[in-house]
């Protein structure tokens, strides 16, 4: 289980393109690596475009943005593109990655129950460690508290 003060672990995924990116590639740079629940979602939209419109602010900070969900490459890449992200998107189809960052939860929607990303966001500082862990993010303001965040 991920905790702040450890090594992030490592992972290999595609992103919108098809080709492999692994975290180990951003040593050296800060990381918000976020987790979101599925591409073309009000709040999955409206979380990524925060991002990208704040993403000036983000390159000056030297960080880089990974958003991470179980959808596909190919749905990555119409969200991706529809939205202009400059990011990459990484598909974890087989929930391998969401769930060893411990992401991967029992949900509700009107009394059902189901199993699902919860909306998380880690900051991973230039060695690879976890700076903060941002649980259960409401995305509102999000863009803001990560922008602090990297500035500590």
Known sequence: MPEVGKKAPDFTLLNQDGKKISLK??????????????????????????FRDDFPKFKKTDAVILGVSPDSVSSHKKFAEKYNLPFNLLADEDKKIV??????????????????????????????KIKKI????KVDGHNVEVMEALKD
């Open 99 to 128: 769930q060893l960052y411990d992401v991967w939860k029992e949900k509700s929607m009107y009394g059902k129950k189901y199993m699902g990303v919860e909306r998380t966001t880690y900051i991973i500082d230039e060695e690879g």
């Open 134 to 137: 941002f649980n259960k993010v």
């Open 25 to 50: 590639d951003f040593k050296g740079k800060k990381v918000v690596l976020y987790f979101y629940p599925k591409d073309n979602t009000s709040g999955c939209t409206k979380e990524a475009c925060s």
